[in-house]
T-cell receptor
Framework: GAVVSQHPSRVICKSGTSVKIECRSLDFQATTMFWYRQFPKQSLMLMATSNEGSKATYEQGVEKDKFLINHASLTLSTLTVTSAHPEDSSFYIC?????????????FGNGTRLTVT | AQTVTQSQPEMSVQEAETVTLSCTYD???????LFWYKQPPSRQMILVIR??????QNATENRFSVNFQKAAKSFSLKISDSQLGDAAMYFC???????????FGTGTRLQVFP
């Protein structure tokens, strides 16, 4: 079946540094991917919609200069957390839907736990 | 704007018993999709069941079934013959027909006792 791979699963970085998270669709081409953020014991909040070959669409309140999204190919979207701050520590999950399958549910990556020290 | 509400932060059920998780939503759309996702401690999001709003028949997947009340904008999940492996966070989610964006509820933590 369709699989979305997310890497790394865990990352620890120091304040002020940047960290990149990758989201790959393994057996289908995803023109659109989504990035979610989940704080402990809370729900998934949509951060942005990643569009292949064009700029990402950010949800209200999400800083586009802090959370850089690049969707350079049909199988890869990256989220870069720039100038990381301890407040950015969270669980980040990507997802994708198979194009043309309107009724298809989203396929989720396994998530990345980011800890900023 | 669409919203999804799960009013039960936590629920518990005895193994082999039945439990119902509540979900309500708000939308002005007539065509949309509704989902229940399970998130075990591994944090992997697992699709449990989905419902198309245009279908009157309630979706069923083995021990999981929904009670979809479109007029009331209610979408509850019933888990029959609960198993220890059902223990997880359960998220109700809404997706408008013309978009792939999911809007999640706040989640219900389900505990299953032996």
């Amino acid at each position: 079946g369709a699989v979305v791979s997310q890497h790394p699963s865990r990352v620890i970085c120091k304040s002020g540094t940047s960290v990149k998270i990758e989201c790959r669709s393994l057996d289908f081409q995803a023109t659109t991917m989504f990035w979610y953020r989940q704080f402990p014991k809370q729900s998934l909040m949509l951060m942005a919609t990643s569009n292949e070959g064009s700029k990402a669409t950010y949800e209200q309140g999400v800083e586009k200069d802090k959370f850089l999204i690049n969707h350079a190919s049909l199988t890869l979207s990256t989220l870069t957390v720039t100038s990381a701050h301890p407040e950015d520590s969270s669980f980040y999950i990507c997802s994708a839907v198979i194009p043309g399958h309107q009724n298809s549910p989203l396929h989720f990556g396994n998530g990345t736990r980011l800890t900023v020290t | 704007a669409q919203t999804v509400t799960q009013s039960q932060p936590e629920m518990s059920v005895q193994e082999a018993e039945t439990v119902t998780l509540s979900c309500t939503y708000d939308t002005s759309e007539s065509d949309y999709y509704l989902f229940w996702y399970k998130q075990p401690p591994s944090r992997q999001m697992i699709l449990v069941i989905r419902q198309e709003a245009y279908k009157q028949q309630n979706a069923t997947e083995n021990r999981f079934s929904v009670n979809f009340q479109k007029a009331a904008k209610s979408f509850s999940l019933k888990i029959s013959d609960s198993q220890l492996g059902d223990a997880a966070m359960y998220f109700c989610a809404y997706r408008a027909y013309n978009t792939d964006k999911l809007i999640f509820g706040t989640g219900t933590r389900l505990q299953v006792f032996p």
